[in-house]
């Protein structure tokens, strides 16, 4: 059975995703009217609205189930109705698929976050790469930079952001059962996370994996570690994502629009299974969903070129369309799924491209700038590192508050392909 | 007299939109013969690969549509080309690799849900060929759809598929004379032997094309998809 709640809930959500289609002054229709032959959705309209239901609800099958049936309101119901009734039944005949229901209980105990030592006025990066002084303030919003000085790299200042974190956790790094590590700067071998495992001095049967994602590495990393917890492999687990691009985007290797944007940072999280000995501050892993819009593929491409270059195709235009249209409806979905209203959320965690299309995406979801902490406009594009820093940022500024009033944080990232990425934590 | 080789022939509600090729000294592009009074035929008894002689007068569609002329007569069937070279001529028109170059203009995604369109007056033609490295139907609530991968990696979904003869094929495959389990076979034969048999044809093409503005939008569709469905795939599932 459905329960009432989950009912409720796919409706508000069929009928945000309908409006959204048809326009706000529309009137919901009568459930049981074939949309199309009443001319409310044209056919585009109807796989638009489906697509976005799929999308908004996980269920994404819902196209296939309602072929062969009248295009109603009342088939979607049904069709969510049946989808349900067989993944229930999955479930009491998985004991896996049941241990997989306890995801919800990941608690994020302590974060860090931490930035090249560096602090560059944006002007001083203009004219390293031969830009107008003041090109990157005015275009893009940046007003200094972080950059890496010459004793830091990946491995150190993802230590430091990983030793902040247990150390404000009072965690030993033996406790680790896996260290979860993305960068989009690290190359080489051994991997970021075998150094870091070594760095951190943790048990030799801690796991250590990297995952890849450019920026939308963190909620990838989030989201591996919530698989390993319901599947019974790791009671602690570290994410760590540490980029440094102020040694790999160089002036004379990229130019300057591209490369100038950049910055280097970390920033680590310690995740706990959720028990009796859970603190008294901590935020709860809530659902991820990810994908991949194909079509911005071309928007964004770095690869190697002979002779130690880099071969970067940026269509820095293409891509800013591109990272506002996706992480507003990325947003949008995180609000529709979650069931928690954008207006309301602590803060909201996302790839930062440049400080000016995060005002832009503020704007356009009608939310306050201040929602998005300003990572970009003082350390620059931190690659995997800018969602790792804000949301480090979100969880410090709540950390003061009463539990009541600590309320959710929205997560939303993206990274070349387009891969995008979303989902939301929240207080326990 | 203009000679034109049928290349799209494509659904538009209860009547058909056709595009063919005109040769222009050296150059071959497309021409959208239109009635004086509507943008589509309500009869239109020939086939892709027929070459149509018709009286084309030189009238110029507004943006994107650039590619219309008014027929002035009806058409007569002078000859027939074979799929294989139709292809041939279709790749010396207009074609494309990647998003920007198919129309000549941006393609925006739609914010509310599926779907990728142009703005009118961007839009610098409204059909383009392209190869595509992968191709998937699928049928959405009752509707078709394509899913694509251009050579140039980018991805395209949720396309309407208009062409008539793949849309005939996929309504002759769900007949209730078939009967039963017409659905799942039908899935099943696009999740397999549709696949193999699109992509490893030698002269896999597709044609792309833009929809009358709607609401100040022109959406993409999937046009034309060759090799063309045969009628004996219907038993093999």
């Keep these: 059975m459905v329960s009432i709640e989950g009912k409720k809930r796919f409706r508000h959500l069929v009928e945000e995703c309908f409006r959204r289609e048809v326009g706000s002054d529309v009137s919901i229709p009568d459930p049981v009217q074939d949309l199309l032959e009443t001319g409310v959705l044209d056919s585009m309209g109807w796989v638009s609205f489906l697509r976005a239901v799929e999308s908004a609800s996980g269920i994404n099958d819902l196209g296939e189930l309602l072929t062969e049936r009248t295009p109603s309101l009342e088939n979607i119901f049904q069709a969510f109705r049946d989808a349900k009734a067989e993944s229930l039944l999955h479930e009491t005949q998985s004991s896996d698929t049941r241990k997989a229901s306890t995801k919800s209980s990941v608690i994020i105990v302590s974060s860090s976050a931490a930035v090249g030592s560096r602090r560059i006025p944006s002007e001083e990066i203009d004219r390293a790469f031969g830009m107008p002084a003041g090109k990157l303030r005015l275009r893009a919003g940046i007003e200094t930079l972080a950059y890496a000085d010459e004793e830091e790299n990946e491995l150190t200042l993802g230590a430091r952001a990983a030793q902040q974190a247990l150390h404000a956790a009072a965690c030993g790094a033996r406790e680790l059962d896996w260290i979860i590590v993305t960068s989009e700067t690290h190359r080489g071998y051994p991997s970021l996370s075998a150094q870091l495992h070594s760095q951190l001095l943790t048990r030799e049967n801690c796991g250590a994996l990297d995952v890849g994602g450019a920026c939308l590495g963190l909620l990838n990393g989030l989201a591996v570690a919530q698989g390993l917890f319901a599947s019974g492999q790791a009671s602690t687990i570290a994410v760590i994502t540490s980029d440094v691009h102020s040694r790999t985007f160089q002036p004379g290797r990229v130019a300057g629009e591209f490369g100038g944007l950049f910055g280097d940072g970390a920033s680590a999280f310690l995740l706990r299974a959720r028990n009796g000995s859970t603190p008294q501050r901590a935020y709860a892993l809530g659902e991820f969903f990810f994908g991949c819009a194909g079509q911005y593929a071309g928007a964004i491409r770095v690869a190697d070129a002979p002779g130690g270059h880099l071969e970067v195709h940026f269509d820095g235009e293409g891509l800013s369309r591109a990272a506002i249209t996706r992480l507003g409806k990325v947003i949008l979905d995180v609000e529709l799924r979650s069931g928690i209203a954008r207006s309301t959320v602590q803060g909201l965690a996302t790839h930062q491209p440049n400080p000016r299309l995060v005002t832009l995406l503020a704007k356009q979801l009608a939310l306050a700038p201040d929602k998005f902490p300003a990572v970009a406009q003082t350390f620059g594009n931190l690659g995997s590192s800018t969602c790792g820093v804000a949301l480090d940022a979100v969880l410090q500024s709540a950390r003061h508050l009463p539990p009541s009033d600590a309320a959710p944080i929205f997560l939303a990232s993206l990274g070349p392909g387009l891969l995008f990425g979303g989902g939301w934590l929240v207080s326990v | ?237």
């Excluded at chain 2, 925006?108 to 998937?136: W, Y």
């Design chain 2, 1 to 237: 007299m203009t000679r034109l080789l049928i290349t799209e022939i494509t659904r538009m509600g209860p009547a058909f939109c056709v595009i063919g090729l005109q040769r222009e000294k050296e150059k071959i592009r497309s021409v959208r013969p239109v009635t004086a009074t509507a943008n589509s035929w309500l009869h239109f008894p020939y086939d892709r690969g027929d070459v149509l002689q018709c009286d084309l007068a030189p009238f110029s569609g507004s943006k994107p549509h650039i590619e219309d002329r008014v027929s002035i007569s009806g058409f007569a069937k002078e000859s027939a080309v074979p799929e294989r070279q139709v292809v041939t001529y279709l790749r010396k028109a207009e074609v494309a690799g990647s998003l920007p170059e198919l129309f000549g203009c941006v393609l925006h995604e739609n914010k509310n849900g599926s779907g990728l369109f142009a703005k009118p007056p961007e839009a610098k033609r409204s059909v383009c060929g392209t190869v595509t490295q992968n191709l998937r139907l699928e049928l959405c609530a009752n509707e078709l759809r394509a899913t694509l991968a251009l050579s140039s990696g980018e991805v395209l979904r949720d396309l309407p598929v208009v062409d008539r003869d793949w849309r005939d094929f996929i309504e002759a495959a769900l007949s209730i004379r078939r009967g039963a389990n017409r659905l799942a076979r039908l899935e099943r034969f696009l999740n397999s032997q549709f696949h193999y048999k699109v992509l490893s044809c030698p002269y896999h093409f597709i044609r792309l094309g833009l929809t009358r503005p709607y609401y100040d939008l022109c959406w993409l569709m999937l046009d034309t998809l060759i090799p063309l469905p045969r009628h004996d795939w219907l038993e093999e599932f």
